[in-house]
């Protein structure tokens, strides 16, 4: 893809991709509950889909079981809308043991203080079932995604195309993540798309929406 092509797609797609990043701001600032909501939904996203993976959110909402079920209960709704949904289940009850105390507020600290990147290093370490791009995604979708790109295989294709990177690699381990954010910024810089705004540009490309 050339750039005037992304560019001209960027300049369809702004108006709707600045009101989709403006309401995950207004997320962030729902309170604890609402963080752990997204950050449940991030734990399912890995090899699951987007659209699926909200479904399971809102049905465990419905059944009250994201905030009081246990992991046998919640295994059962994600079994017809996620992969591995005994292992999430199980992250899903013990991110919320980790944080549910005081209303989620050392979830709402660990998600607010400092910079975005010293954000992403304590889920990282902290919340067990969230990698990079979950993490990443977790916190864009709260309103801290300006400077962590979501590197899934829609994002990698696109990056491809654009000659951001020569090829999707085979396997993500940290060092070739963070290698090709870097790479991802570079090109953000020279196109003059910001971060986040190419990442939701990019999934719109593939899936034909702008959604999380």
């Excluded at 607010?112 to 902290?126: D, I, P, Q």
């Excluded at 953000?188 to 986040?196: D, E, S």
């Amino acid at each position: 893809m050339k750039h005037e092509e992304l560019l001209a797609k960027y300049a369809r797609q702004r108006r709707d991709i600045e009101a989709r990043l403006a309401h995950f701001e207004s997320v962030g600032r729902k309170g604890g509950r609402a963080l752990f909501e997204e950050l449940c939904f991030c734990l399912l996203t890995p090899q699951s889909k987007a659209r699926s993976c909200d479904a399971a959110i809102h049905e465990l909402k419905e059944k009250k079981l994201l905030f009081g079920g246990d992991a046998a209960a919640i295994a059962k709704v994600l079994s017809t809308k996620t992969r591995f949904h005994n292992n999430k289940a199980g992250y899903l009850v013990e991110a919320r043991e980790k944080f549910a105390g005081n209303d989620f507020a050392l979830l709402s600290h660990a998600t607010f203080t400092g910079s975005e990147r010293h954000a992403r290093e304590y889920f990282l370490k902290n919340v067990k079932g969230l990698g990079l791009k979950e993490a990443s995604h977790y916190l864009r979708n709260v309103g801290r995604g300006k400077t962590l790109a979501i590197l899934d295989r829609h994002i990698l294709k696109n990056l491809v195309k654009c000659g951001a990177i020569e090829r999707v690699p085979a396997s993500l381990t940290e060092k070739r993540y963070l290698e090709i954010e870097k790479k991802m910024e570079k090109f953000c810089k020279k196109t003059g798309v910001p971060l986040a705004h190419l990442d939701l540009l990019f999934w719109a490309e593939e899936t034909g929406e702008i959604f999380k």
